[in-house]
């Protein structure tokens, strides 16, 4: 259902840690112009841990509002409370969103056993296309395949966002219900390997900076260029790894500043740049061109 190309786009905040809507507006676009495929809004790239409730709302109605129908938007809609995951994602329904991107609870540290009663709630409760999204790396634990099998025999799971970093535990999901659910990359610098096994596109963060490049990588697997495809990643490999220096948004934020798309502007307890990493990132956009 969601395929292609598709970013966890930032939210970007002016000098006084307010949302800047209207640079938020030209982000999209700049996205649909440049061919991606689906906008997820209010991702971890989004900070939605730092957003409140009524600003979560608004930065999802505006990316809903400023597409128009254009491509999906996939509301990121988790939370480590079960109840609070479904009435976010029931206000995202009621809003219009596509589906729902839903982080595993994070710090509680569920069994897989309460991995799938909290996922299956969702199920029951919201009537909407629903993404699961497996980052261990950001909540503590990871849900394993014998669980995502499980939970795509739910009618309103239709994919998973795997940022596992771990190819084989994608495949054994594939093998055993590539029917019933879809990869998608969580991890940029893996969108080709899990592709290559059958994931259907990637939720990126790379493409905020470089919509193009990332989309035209997806577009060459799926007409079996592998050859363009492999250049293609193998080219942008640097920057993959250039945008987790430290932690994410932070580094790509600034690169979408050095661009004059946004500000670098970050909310605690996410700080600015190290000297360091600047540095190291304006070589990087330096030697791509971008700057």
């Avoid at 809004?41 to 509002?65: F, K, M, W």
């Amino acid at each position: 259902m969601f395929s292609g190309s598709m970013v966890a786009i930032i939210t970007p905040f002016k000098a006084d840690g307010s949302v800047a809507e209207e640079t938020y507006r030209q982000l999209i676009e700049f996205q649909i112009a440049n061919g991606t495929d689906a906008i997820i809004p209010c991702g971890t790239t989004g900070e939605s841990a730092t957003l409140n409730y009524e600003e979560h709302d608004r930065v999802i109605q505006i990316c809903i509002d400023q597409v128009n129908k254009r491509i999906p938007v996939i509301a990121g809609t988790g939370s480590n409370s079960t109840v609070e995951a479904i009435e976010l994602s029931l206000h995202a329904k009621k809003m219009g969103a596509d589906g729902v991107l839903l982080v595993s609870p994070y710090y509680n540290k569920p069994s897989q056993e309460g991995l799938y009663q909290h996922y299956k709630a969702l199920n029951d409760a919201v009537a909407l296309p629903q993404v699961l999204y497996n980052v261990p790396g950001r909540t503590g634990m990871n849900m394993e395949a014998k669980t995502t099998i499980r939970l795509a025999q739910l009618p309103n799971i239709i994919a998973i966002k795997e940022a596992s970093g771990n190819v084989t535990q994608s495949g054994e999901i594939l093998a055993a219900a590539g029917d019933k659910i879809d990869i998608l990359s969580g991890d940029d610098f893996l969108t080709l390997p899990l592709m290559a096994i059958g994931a259907k596109g990637i939720i990126s963060v790379t493409a905020n900076l470089m919509p193009k490049e990332v989309k035209d990588m997806v577009a060459a697997i799926n007409k079996g260029d592998w050859t363009t495809a492999k250049a293609l990643h193998l080219r942008m490999l640097e920057m993959h790894n250039t945008m987790f220096i430290e932690s994410n948004p932070v580094p790509v934020k600034t690169a979408l500043s050095l661009i004059g798309k946004c500000e670098a502007h970050v909310r605690l307890p996410l700080v600015p740049l190290s000297a360091g990493s600047l540095d190291k990132l304006k070589s990087v956009m330096k030697g791509y061109g971008l700057i």
